[in-house]
């Protein structure tokens, strides 16, 4: 395999080619046992949520009210059905990402986005904490317009709280979700199978306004 920059996404003539065929899914959630895959209710829509090592974040919203289902994957790349392994090569150009399959009359993406916001660091680029790679870039990956302009007021509103508090410049890729690849079946709700599990997520402080 070649060696890619953990700061820098290939492009797209660089990434690695992946694959045809999609990995083997147990389909069902560990936790409470609904389908991660599609379809999901109606009352449901879906937002893609990147944040560092998905792993804590994925328990995070699996824990909400009105959070129907998630599921971890890699989106925002190029390569197409990718390996964990080949995603943290920085060849693929992924990011680690929670689908969080939400219903709207229970908990709001307003709270979701405060969630998102105030449980990591948004201002670090290319890492998340220890955890370095274009895979833990901060992302939100929508699904409606809706979504799409409320989660770019959301960063606005915590970059001016960030600048307040003498924090630095938010680097969060907002734009409409790409193909949405699942990650492989060990790592789905990976620490509600393993207790003593990894979870690198940690916030700024700063609140949302």
Known sequence: MAIYSKQIIPSADEALPGREKSIALA??????????????????????????CFWGAERLFW????????????????????????????????????MVVFDSGVITLEALMKLFWESHDPAQGMRQGNDIGTQY?????????????????????YQAAMTSSGKGKVTT???????????EDYHQQYLAKNVNGYCGLGGTGVCLP
């Open 173 to 183: 890729e907002i734009r409409q979700a790409p193909s949405f690849y699942y990650a």
């Open 137 to 157: 870039r901060s992302v939100i990956f929508t699904t409606t317009r809706e979504q799409q302009h409320l989660a770019e007021a959301s960063k606005e509103a």
């Open 63 to 98: 824990k909400q009210p009105g959070v129907w289902t998630t599921a971890v994957g890699y989106a925002g790349g190029y390569t197409p059905n990718p390996s964990y392994r080949e995603v943290c090569s920085g060849g693929t150009g992924h990011a680690e990402v929670v």
């Open 27 to 52: 389909g069902q959630h560990f936790v409470h046992g609904r389908s991660i895959v599609a379809p999901f209710p109606e009352s449901c829509e879906e937002i893609y949520l990147g944040m560092g």
